[in-house]
């Protein structure tokens, strides 16, 4: 999400600034070489200046421990209003109060953010999690059965996407013929640099709009339908505004599986470029929750976090980040400085990584409330891969694959395999 830091390497120095304080500035060049990119930038420091794709200048934490205060610290928040000069230089609102994915809890400080997450959290506990499991893996099955006996796939397009997609809108009571256009839209309203951002986001929100009002019409056993009565039921605090449902709702949509659609892809492009850790997960796939765990910190699917602003000078990683700074938290960079129970090297990817530290889900009060679900489709889904295809391999060099060119998400954007499939047990 940033380009290379040397000279002549796309560096801009911000303000006059020296060359030492001389910004990085994002690259599709540098998302498809995230991991080295950042780990040049660990090795000058913790904390650096940057320019994010959207042309935002913004204070980039590429360290662990500086994360970790970044993601908790109480003057840097979620209220926009000290960065607004800088926000409006770069067009930016994304994250305004009113406006873009405003009214959800991923862009609300304490309280509202405790009062927003506490109407949705039940839906997300481990208990409810864990009854979505035989659903979860029926669709996975399903998924496999209609690639065939063998032959060549984009697992993207075929697997990785439409099994998460298919989870979310099933929780949320999204009809079928929706669904692509909500993987489509979510794509585009997570880049403000997209050329569809602003017709994908009024997509987005005209679609929820018609389907709240089907729920109000007619309620159902899902949890949009919750969301409406949490909207028209309750009195006072517990109750949500209109903006906040909508809001709530099209968080939902992208939370609730465009994380995920990454986390798969970026875990099999992982084992594919390592044949030795694909074998030895065949070997032990009991493994497989601590390999999630492994492959969230080696190659996570959200590169940094949503943006905080700081409501006074703060002191981050030796530097000092002025009132109405803008910060965004590498998070991928971070599981990669993160110290490891084990001692062994964070560079590398070990699925037999005994409790692997990362900050994937993000640290505090804003930790994904999806979290439960992200693994359990994280399992399934990679589980289903291993037993029902024992031969899988890259139809292209993996060198040659394209990943998302700008924006918070980190993935391939196609898998071409070549496979040969088991049939499901039943």
């Known amino acids: 999400m940033t380009e290379n830091v040397r000279a002549g390497q796309g560096t801009r120095t911000a303000g006059g600034g020296s060359p030492d304080d001389a910004a990085v500035v994002i690259s599709p060049a540098f998302k498809a070489d995230a991991p080295r990119q950042y780990a040049r930038l660990r090795a000058l420091g913790p904390v650096h200046r940057a320019v994010l794709s959207s042309g935002l200048e913004c204070w980039l934490v590429v360290g662990y421990e500086a994360a970790r205060e970044a993601l908790t610290h109480p003057a840097l928040r979620k209220d926009p209003r000290p960065a607004a000069?800088?926000?409006a230089a770069a067009g930016y609102?994304?994250?305004?109060p009113g406006v873009g994915l405003g009214g959800q809890m991923l862009e609300a400080d304490a309280p509202e953010h405790t009062?927003?997450?506490k109407l949705v959290s039940g839906a997300f506990t481990p208990r409810r999690t864990a009854a979505l499991a035989p659903r979860v893996q029926r669709i996975a099955d399903d998924l496999i059965d209609a690639l065939g006996p063998a032959g060549e796939t984009d697992l993207v397009a075929s697997f990785t996407a439409p099994l998460p997609v298919t989870v979310i809108a099933e929780l949320l009571g999204i009809p079928p013929e929706h669904r692509e256009d909500f993987r489509r839209w979510t794509s585009d309203v997570l880049d403000v640099t997209a050329a569809g951002?602003?017709?994908?986001?009024?997509g987005l929100h005209g679609l929820l709009g018609e389907l709240v009002a089907a729920k109000r019409r007619r309620p159902e056993d899902d949890l949009l339908s919750d969301l409406v009565a949490a909207r028209d039921e309750r009195d006072g605090e517990d109750r949500l505004s209109e903006q906040e449902l909508i809001g709530t709702a099209t968080l939902l949509v992208i939370a609730g599986h465009e994380t995920t659609v990454n986390l798969l892809?970026?875990?099999?492009?992982?084992?594919?470029?390592?044949?030795?850790?694909?074998?030895?997960?065949?070997?032990?796939p009991q493994s497989l929750p601590g390999a999630v765990e492994e492959f969230l910190r080696y190659d996570t699917s959200v590169e940094h976090s949503t943006l905080r602003y700081a409501a006074e000078d703060v002191r981050l990683g030796g530097r000092v980040v002025p009132r109405g700074g803008v910060v965004a938290v590498a998070l991928s960079s971070a599981g990669h400085d993160a110290p490891q129970a084990d001692g062994g090297d964070p560079a590398a990817l070990d699925v037999a990584r005994p409790a692997a530290r990362h900050l994937s889900f993000g640290h505090g009060i804003h930790h994904c409330l999806g979290a439960p679900l992200a693994r359990l489709e994280a399992v399934t889904a990679l589980g289903t891969l291993l037993r029902r295809l024992p031969r899988l391999e890259p139809a292209v060099p993996l060198a040659e694959l394209a990943w998302i060119p700008s924006g918070m998400m980190r993935g391939p954007l196609s898998l071409p395999v070549r496979y040969e499939a088991a049939p499901a047990p039943r």
Request: glycine share 2%; net charge positive.
């Open 85 to 87: 000069a800088t926000l």
């Open 93 to 96: 609102v994304l994250n305004q």
């Open 115 to 117: 009062r927003l997450r």
């Open 197 to 202: 951002h602003a017709s994908s986001l009024a």
């Open 265 to 284: 892809g970026n875990a099999v492009h992982a084992l594919l470029r390592h044949p030795e850790q694909l074998r030895l997960l065949r070997a032990r």
